[in-house]
């Protein structure tokens, strides 16, 4: 696959890092593929890419794997993110992802960038699967969870370990340095945030799963997410 500038696939660097592009299905807080993902294939500068490598050469001994939720985001991406929160609509089901203010807010408060880092190829969200532990239930877009800041048992199922919400939660409890989660689910964001900096990333303080590497972006691009 012909990528552009110094883009590279990340299951051709390292094919054991777990990948489940979010916005390329429905799990995800527009409930929807969001325009541009084409497929659920992680794209990534090259840095970015052997940089993640490392991270999950430290951590696999541990039994511990990473797994990837969102890579490069096309700028078309950002746009439909950008519209959709203006629509004047909101359901049920997108108000699980933002359960204390609506998603008119979410640019505002600095959950959702106009401008993402995620377009340059510099920024990554993701997560950690624990090997050992069982596989759990996949998602089911039929089924009324709870909200991302409930216990994970009520909330949708992410196949990860518990980080004290789910992923995309746009809320106090997902700041990485939160008060409000138990010493376990600070333990799991200690290990994310400890492996991922010693290889150059910097976290995201309102939100666990982000993570960029400095001096890699060259500018926003806007070619779609390919398929596998
Ligand atoms: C939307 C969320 N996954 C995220 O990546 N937020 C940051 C702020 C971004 O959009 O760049
Ligand atoms: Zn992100």
Not at 57 to 67: I, Q, V
Not at 68 to 84: E, I, K, T
Not at 89 to 114: C, H, V
Not at 202 to 207: D, F, T
Request: net charge positive; proline share 6%.
């Amino acid at each position: 696959q012909e990528l552009p500038g110094d883009f590279v696939l990340l299951s051709q660097i390292d094919p054991s890092i777990q990948q489940d592009l979010r916005y390329a299905g429905r799990h995800n807080f527009m409930g929807r593929r969001i325009a541009g993902y084409d497929g659920n294939e992680c794209v990534v500068k090259r840095a970015v890419g052997a940089a993640l490598r490392e991270v999950q050469r430290e951590l696999r001994p541990r039994g511990l794997s990473l797994k990837m939720l969102d890579c490069y985001r096309p700028v078309r991406a950002s746009r439909d993110m950008v519209a959709w929160a203006q629509d004047g609509r909101e359901t049920a089901a997108e108000r699980r992802y933002n359960p204390g203010f609506s998603k008119a807010e979410l640019f505002r408060l600095g959950y959702i960038a106009e401008r993402s880092g995620h377009s340059t190829g510099a920024a990554v969200d993701l997560t950690l699967v624990d090997l050992r532990a069982p596989k759990g239930p996949p998602f089911d877009p039929s089924r009324d969870y709870a909200d991302c800041t409930a216990p994970a048992a009520l909330r949708a199922p992410e196949g990860s370990v518990d980080m004290g919400t789910g992923y995309d939660c746009s809320d106090a409890k997902a700041h990485t340095a939160a008060r409000s989660i138990s010493a376990e689910q600070r333990r799991w964001r200690t290990i994310l945030v400890g492996a991922m900096t010693r290889q150059g990333f910097v976290n995201y303080s309102k939100e666990w799963w982000h993570f960029s590497m400095p001096g890699v972006a060259s500018g926003a691009y806007d070619f779609p997410v390919p398929r596998r």
